[in-house]
């Protein structure tokens, strides 16, 4: 699968922080590369449920892919 476009140029540095966020994340847990991503998505669901009604994971969620799209849209 290609790589999206990536008209800022800013998307590898984007996944950079991403790394060191999933990097922390195992760090701190001790789970696997394997699992890290799916247990991250699923603790940041926890922390939404327990955020008093200031966070919607479902909105966030589609706000994260509102900024994806515009991240790799062709110019």
Do not use: K, Q
């Amino acid at each position: 699968m290609p790589i999206p476009a990536d008209p800022e140029e800013m998307n590898d540095e984007r996944a950079e922080w991403a790394e060191a966020a999933i990097e922390a994340f195992m760090d701190v847990t001790g789970t696997d590369r394997d699992d890290a991503l799916c247990d991250l998505l699923c603790n940041l669901m926890h922390w939404c449920d327990r955020s008093e009604g200031r966070t919607s994971f479902e909105n966030a969620l589609n706000r994260g892919r509102t900024h994806y799209t515009a991240e790799t849209e062709e110019d």
